[in-house]
């Protein structure tokens, strides 16, 4: 009767009915009382099955029977005198040369899977159509985790779409400011208290983007600063909170119709969302950098 091991060796023959009988019985008899090797066999007949499908069919192309015969080797009879043109490569067995004799192409060849040959069988390695189509299995769901990473969204477009979505909402809700004023000396002292950190407030209003006023929000799963300026009748939210980044230059893109700009400066970021033309809310950063810098030195 045979062992275990010996049944899971042979599964893949007798799957593809190449045993003989005596050991196709026995490997009957073994499954009939093994659910691990009914399970193998449920799984290879499967994976038989697709491989004997069309899709995996290809046919080859005219003629290239022929040219394989003409490539071959031709026999020689015993006694035959042969033209002198004729190589010894052409007409004897390849088999019959002696390695030196063999191209160095083929040499190297047959090198290369001597060595591979026997890396598989010292790792103990097994390759079969159920071990294939195990591989072909792997690869296709380590594409597929590529994929699904992919197009997961990063933390900063994430961070991109809810800054937008804060800025939407104070607009819909008409809750643009909690504390309505042009002073920072009233914006900045009104967020004492209910933030853990003091908001830098700048005045641009000379330059063209005055401050209406400032407000509490919620951005990355903490409360932030919202200050409000306008450019002529467009609002912009400057969203403010502490971190621990190093500096970054300003990057600003558009999205959903919005200008969005974000940097780092000091101990804090910035987010500055609005509808107004990309260059105003280059020069609106612009100014305000330097505000700050000048502020804080």
């Not at 035959?80 to 160095?104: Q, R, S």
């Not at 103990?124 to 299995?137: I, S």
């Not at 467009?234 to 969005?260: A, D, E, M």
Request: net charge negative; hydrophobic share 40%.
């Amino acid at each position: 009767m045979m062992e275990h091991d010996e049944v899971l060796e042979l599964l893949p023959a007798y799957v593809d009915q190449e045993l003989s009988v005596s050991e196709t019985i026995q490997i009957e008899r073994h499954l009939n009382n093994c659910i691990e090797c009914q399970q193998d066999y449920v799984q290879q007949s499967q994976l038989s099955a697709q491989l004997k499908a069309p899709a995996f069919r290809f046919e080859a192309p005219a003629g290239l029977a022929q040219r394989i015969n003409e490539a071959l080797p031709r026999a020689v009879l015993p006694g035959a005198v042969l033209p002198e043109a004729v190589l010894p490569e052409a007409v004897l067995p390849i088999a019959a040369l002696p390695e030196a004799a063999l191209p160095k192409k083929q040499s190297n060849l047959s090198a290369r899977t001597s060595r591979w040959s026997h890396l598989v069988e010292k790792s103990g390695w097994r390759f079969d159509r159920f071990h294939l189509g195990a591989l072909m299995a792997t690869l296709l769901a380590v594409l597929w985790s590529i994929g699904i990473f992919l197009s997961v969204p990063n933390d900063q477009d994430r961070l991109t779409d809810e800054v937008i979505a804060n800025h939407v909402r104070s607009l819909q809700v008409d809750h643009l400011s909690d504390v309505v004023s042009t002073d920072r000396h009233t914006v900045k002292p009104w967020f004492n208290g209910k933030l853990n950190f003091s908001p830098p407030v700048i005045e641009l209003a000379p330059q063209g983007f005055p401050l209406i006023g400032g407000r509490l929000d919620y951005v990355n799963g903490h409360p932030v600063a919202a200050l409000i300026y306008r450019r002529q009748l467009h609002p912009i939210n400057l969203y403010v909170w502490p971190t621990g980044s190093h500096n970054t230059s300003s990057s600003i893109l558009t999205r959903q119709g919005y200008q969005v700009a974000h940097w780092t400066s000091g101990d804090m970021t910035y987010w500055a969302v609005s509808d107004v033309a990309a260059e105003d809310l280059t020069t609106f950063e612009s100014l305000l950098r330097q505000q700050i810098k000048e502020v804080l030195h």
